[in-house]
């Protein structure tokens, strides 16, 4: 079984920061990599930020309307964290982060296990 724990979010006025960390335990925990995802109901959940493991290298990918504006870092210790800037009020959602060992980067369904969300609202 693996666990994620989700910390950071919060309330930010427009044009404000924060960073949102994951971090990913138990068994074969590092044989998994994390994806950002995002929801306002009822909207379905969307991809914000993972890496696509496809090629020789892992890179980041973001969505178009997120990409100068949030970074994803894979911390040690199996953390990795969402550091969002310039935030906007249609930032605003429940953010989740999940795992997954294979599949594509940008699909939830391709993720085995998932965070508890933490609420993003952006003030404007």
């Known amino acids: 079984q693996v666990r994620l724990v989700q910390t950071g979010g919060g309330l930010v006025q427009a044009g404000g920061s924060l960073t949102l960390s994951c971090t990913v335990s138990?068994?074969?925990?590092?044989?998994?990599?994390v994806g950002w995802f995002r929801q306002t109901p009822p909207k379905e959940r969307e991809f914000v930020a993972a890496?696509?493991?496809?090629?020789?290298?892992?890179?980041p990918n973001y969505r178009a309307s997120v990409e100068d504006r949030f970074t994803f870092f894979t911390r040690v210790g199996n953390r990795f964290d969402l550091q969002m800037t310039n935030l906007k009020p249609e930032d605003t959602a429940v953010y989740y982060c999940?795992?997954?060992?294979?599949?594509?980067?940008?699909?939830?369904?391709?993720?085995?296990?998932w965070g508890q969300g933490t609420q993003v609202t952006v003030s404007s």
């Open positions: 999940a795992a997954r060992q294979t599949g594509p980067y940008y699909t939830p369904s391709a993720y085995n296990y």
């Open positions: 138990g068994r074969d925990a590092n044989t998994f990599t």
């Open positions: 890496l696509d493991l496809s090629g020789r290298t892992a890179i």
